[in-house]
């Protein structure tokens, strides 16, 4: 079966205007300059993702880091310079879930909440599996 890569991340926001601010400064996403069909969004390039934020009337997040939770827990961005991006968002007030630090697989990570508290993920390094379910999806993403 061909492997069905993700495209696409809808991100619901309170805030549409300080969303876009904080995506394209701190995640460094440029806009993407399309005639948008509703006011209400903005659409963010994110390499081979589109980041699509779409403001919503809502609730706070209701978020609880206990793994327990069902659904869609983050996402996450390949970076470098992990730690030097770590401190401009701590020099901006942005409130982080785990501090950056080395983990299994030989990669850098670090997590952090969004001005909505969607829980964001920088990881640096290629990550090195110790189980692989299917070689040729590893071999394709890197």
Request: hydrophobic share 45%.
């Amino acid at each position: 079966m061909p492997v069905l890569p993700i495209r696409f991340v809808d991100v619901n926001v309170t805030d549409l205007d300080r969303s876009v601010d904080f995506y394209t400064r701190h995640l460094e996403l440029p806009i993407i300059d399309t005639p948008q069909l509703d006011a209400n969004e903005a659409w963010l390039d994110g390499g081979p993702v589109v980041v699509r934020l779409h403001h919503v009337d809502g609730r706070p997040s209701r978020w609880v880091a206990d793994d327990l939770q069902l659904g869609f827990r983050h996402f996450g961005f390949s970076v470098t310079g992990l730690d030097e991006r770590a401190d401009l968002l701590h020099e901006a007030g942005v409130p982080f879930h785990l501090e950056p630090l080395d983990a299994t697989g030989n990669v850098r990570i670090t997590f952090f909440f969004d001005p909505d508290g969607v829980l964001l993920e920088f990881i640096q390094g290629h990550l090195d599996h110790h189980e692989v379910w299917n070689a040729d999806i590893v071999e394709e993403v890197h």
